[in-house]
């Protein structure tokens, strides 16, 4: 049974729509990514997953159950996580003290310390300048802090939201290579979203294509990739 599924998700803004009628799943073990323009309702989906903003019609369900009436903090006691779009650090806090604002959720101090040595392992630029204030550090290495913050609660659904968005392409394969790791070595379930059409496609197992708030389109990464619309619209073929 899928992992996370929606239902005819809606979104809205006021008067605005943002996400219609999104209907997907993540199944476990399983990399799956959002494809789209920007504003084409790809962040507000994550954004309505994570509980962050309410739905206006739909269903989202976290291991066959509904989800909808749980707050945040609560969906992150069940096992999903969000890495931003933006990163949203505590600049003027340390790298280490961001990481550990990510699990505030886990009580075991045990496991604490093998999330941080596991994102450590990810990404040793991290552990290099965990005593550095966030904010001095590159945009690539703040991603890395931001995606580490979210493993910090031990999550079984990852989200990660634009997470090479403006940062340099050596980080981002890095980064890449992470994403893989976790997914292959941990099975842990990964919802990406990122505008990078072709990274996104190579990474996922299955791939949505949002216009408009609408899904248009759906099939295994490999499949949109040779898709002719989707190298027209996204691929720049």
Known sequence: MPTLETQSLVVRYGQIEAVRDATFRVENGEIVALIGSNGAGKSSTLKAVMGIIP???????????????????????HGIALSPEGRRLFPYMSVLENLLVG?????????????????????????????????????????????????????KLLMLDEPSLGIAPKIVAEIADAIERLNQEMRLSVLLVEQNARLALKLSRRAYVFEQGSITRTGTGAELLADPMVQK????L
């Open 103 to 155: 699990a505030h959720t886990v009580r075991s101090r045990i496991k604490i310390r093998t999330t941080l040595e596991l994102v450590y392992a990810l990404f040793p630029r991290v552990a290099e300048r965990r005593r550095q204030q966030a904010g001095s550090l590159s945009g690539g290495e703040q991603q890395m802090v931001a995606i580490g913050r979210a493993l910090m609660a031990q999550p």
């Open 233 to 236: 619209a996204y691929l720049g």
């Open 55 to 77: 739905t206006a019609n739909g269903k989202i369900y976290w291991d066959d159950e509904p989800i909808q009436a749980l707050g945040a903090a609560r969906r992150v006691v």
